[in-house]
């Protein structure tokens, strides 16, 4: 019988470990509100909501409207986790608060690591921009013949560098590229523009508003499962 609950005791311990071992948890630190503003189109005007931890950018949560107006949630750790689903105001305050949401989240694949060579941050020449200092990073494609052909977007990331926070970069390529090289600053995203190869504006997000938050995202498990927000 001791040997029986000896047994039990180390397979009891044995899954206690191993499910604490599959919690993946992240500490959020900063809400950050955009206008995502298209100027060709204003009927696809929104608002875009980020939550990152200033100290390490290597994950973020965003929420914005889709297609059709309803609230989408969508997480991304570019190790190798992510998750997106529907969510209503009122989960988003949870989100804040109170740290009840489930969600699924599956496994994460990052086929543009080859891309850091392909694509490099140029600096520009530092703006003003709604009372930021801001310094100016140009990212674009190393290839010229290559971008002309395939059509290739640039993106201009303005940072007020007097911030301490990394910068936030959302597509995978851009990150992979700041990871490798860190050929950028640090400092706060003021706004991010995009245009098209002929150098035409057709996307850009301006931050309307910065707000200190405290809780943490955990996920549970492997591959499909559940996740859950606590509050610190």
């Given amino acids: ?3 029986l609950l000896s047994l039990f005791t180390l397979l009891a311990c044995f899954m206690a470990k191993a499910q604490s071992d599959s919690i993946k948890q992240y500490i959020v630190d900063y809400k950050l509100e955009y206008d995502a503003i ?25 929420v914005r409207p889709d297609e059709n107006g309803k609230l989408k949630i969508h997480f991304t750790d570019f190790n190798g986790k992510n998750f997106s689903g529907n969510i209503t105001p009122d989960e988003i305050k949870a989100i804040e608060n109170t740290g009840i949401a489930q969600k699924t989240f ?9 891309q850091i060579n392909n694509y490099e941050y140029y600096q520009q020449r530092d703006s003003i921009i709604n009372g930021y200092n801001c310094a100016a990073y140009l990212l ?6 290559r971008e002309k052909r395939k059509k290739l977007i640039h993106e201009k990331y303005n940072l007020d560098t007097s911030k301490s926070m990394l910068p936030m970069l959302i597509e995978v390529t851009a990150y992979e590229i700041w990871k490798a090289r860190k050929t950028i600053a640090s400092g706060l995203l003021v706004q991010k ?33 559940a996740y859950r927000i606590d509050v610190n």
């Fill in 1 to 3: 019988m001791k040997r």
């Fill in 38 to 62: 298209y100027p060709e189109d204003s009927t696809k005007n929104h608002k875009a909501i980020y939550y990152i931890n200033r100290k390490v950018n290597n994950f973020y949560a965003t």
């Fill in 106 to 114: 599956f496994e994460l694949e990052n086929p543009y690591k080859y």
């Fill in 140 to 145: 674009k494609s190393t290839k010229p013949k």
């Fill in 193 to 225: 523009d995009a245009f098209n190869t002929d150098g035409k504006l057709f996307y850009t997000e301006k931050l309307t508003a910065v707000t200190p938050v405290n809780f943490t995202i955990s996920l549970i498990g492997d591959v499909t499962t």
